[in-house]
């Protein structure tokens, strides 16, 4: 009895006909029903009772498709084990690019330097995107802000925290001041990371406005950093953005940063994992090189 057998068998029972399942194997129906048949001569049984257009399992066909289906779905984990422990354990991970850039790629060198043979790979996608990709078990951990006040099935570990700064072009008026207050935001054109996308930002920051009596005018909406610094260097206007964003840092000329005498409460960045998933020892062990890469200084 060989593996193939076996799946080509499922089909049939799956396809309710010898040939449905040959057109879905893309085999010859005849190529097919003499498998079958070799099957039921192996075992000495009937497996199929055969009807004019269709076929029912017999009892003993009904066990072996459940029997069946057990070896196949181990086999294909088996194949995957070995496939993975040649390439390497794979350590996936989601992150804000604007929160965990200044100590991931830290974190990163010294876990692979102790564990060679997992391999880690990055995923740059928006808070809402990695929400949804550790719920769907696409992710193992995620570099966030925690949703203020909402309930997540997700376990969070504490990082670090950052303040708020504006960004405007060089040459903006806002420039000229060392310290930006609230009453200096008024009327300006804000640019933000996108509502959908970004809603736990979204709400920190149009929440300040509302706190500070200001009326947001909202210029701009975006789906990134790569996005939101091109309308910030196209002079479209400004952005409350956290501390360690890559945007600014003294790199980009064209651009420039002030701090916020009045500023949305501080984020906060943790290491998030599924509140339902199985959290293995190497997950932990990166999660101790994140804490140590994020501590201040």
């Given at each position: 009895?060989?593996?193939?057998?076996?799946?080509?068998?499922?089909?049939?029972?799956?396809?309710?006909?010898?040939?449905?399942?040959a057109?879905?194997?893309?085999?010859?129906q005849?190529?097919?029903s003499?498998?079958?048949?070799?099957?039921?001569?192996?075992?000495?049984?009937?497996?199929?009772?055969?009807?004019?257009?269709?076929?029912?399992l017999?009892?003993?066909?009904?066990?072996?498709?459940t029997?069946?289906?057990?070896?196949?779905?181990?086999?294909?984990?088996?194949?995957?084990?070995?496939k993975?422990?040649?390439?390497?354990e794979?350590?996936r991970?989601?992150?804000a690019?604007?929160?965990?850039?200044e100590?991931?790629?830290?974190?990163?060198?010294?876990?692979?330097?102790?564990?060679p043979?997992?391999?880690?790979?990055?995923?740059?996608?928006?808070?809402?995107?990695?929400?949804?990709?550790?719920?769907?078990?696409?992710?193992?951990?995620?570099?966030?802000?925690?949703?203020l006040?909402?309930?997540?099935?997700?376990?969070?570990?504490?990082?670090?925290?950052?303040?708020?700064?504006?960004?405007?072009?060089?040459?903006?008026?806002?420039?000229?001041?060392?310290?930006?207050?609230?009453?200096?935001?008024?009327?300006?054109?804000?640019?933000?990371?996108?509502?959908?996308?970004?809603?736990?930002?979204?709400d920190?920051?149009?929440?300040?406005?509302?706190?500070?009596?200001?009326?947001?005018k909202v210029?701009?909406?975006?789906?990134?950093?790569?996005?939101?610094?091109?309308?910030?260097?196209?002079?479209?206007?400004?952005?409350?953005?956290?501390?360690?964003?890559?945007?600014?840092?003294?790199?980009?000329?064209?651009?420039?940063?002030?701090?916020?005498?009045?500023?949305?409460?501080?984020?906060?960045?943790?290491?998030?994992?599924?509140?339902?998933?199985?959290?293995?020892?190497?997950?932990?062990?990166?999660?101790?090189?994140?804490?140590?890469?994020a501590?201040?200084?």
């Open positions: 009895m060989e593996l193939r057998q076996l799946k080509h068998f499922i089909a049939v029972a799956e396809g309710g006909s010898i040939t449905a399942a057109k879905t194997l893309r085999l010859t005849p190529a097919l003499r498998q079958i048949k070799a099957l039921e001569e192996e075992l000495e049984t009937a497996l199929l009772e055969r009807g004019a257009h269709s076929i029912a017999t009892p003993a066909g009904e066990v072996l498709v029997e069946a289906r057990k070896l196949v779905g181990f086999s294909e984990k088996m194949i995957e084990k070995v993975s422990t040649a390439m390497g794979p350590l991970v989601g992150y690019p604007s929160l965990a850039g100590f991931l790629s830290v974190a990163i060198q010294r876990f692979t330097r102790i564990h043979n997992v391999r880690v790979s990055l995923y740059d996608w928006s808070s809402a995107e990695m929400r949804t990709g550790l719920k769907a078990g696409k992710l193992d951990l995620i570099v966030a802000a925690p949703c006040g909402i309930h997540e099935p997700i376990q969070w570990i504490s990082l670090r925290d950052y303040g708020w700064q504006l960004v405007m072009p060089a040459d903006h008026p806002l420039g000229k001041k060392k310290l930006i207050s609230p009453k200096d935001l008024a009327g300006q054109r804000l640019l933000l990371y996108d509502r959908e996308h970004y809603p736990d930002y979204w920190r920051v149009t929440s300040f406005f509302r706190s500070q009596n200001l009326q947001a210029a701009g909406e975006f789906d990134g950093v790569s996005s939101l610094t091109a309308a910030l260097e196209s002079h479209l206007g400004i952005a409350l953005l956290a501390e360690s964003s890559p945007i600014d840092n003294g790199r980009n000329k064209r651009l420039i940063s002030r701090p916020l005498a009045v500023a949305p409460p501080r984020i906060e960045v943790a290491a998030g994992i599924s509140a339902e998933g199985n959290t293995s020892a190497q997950l932990l062990e990166f999660i101790e090189e994140l804490k140590l890469a501590k201040p200084g």
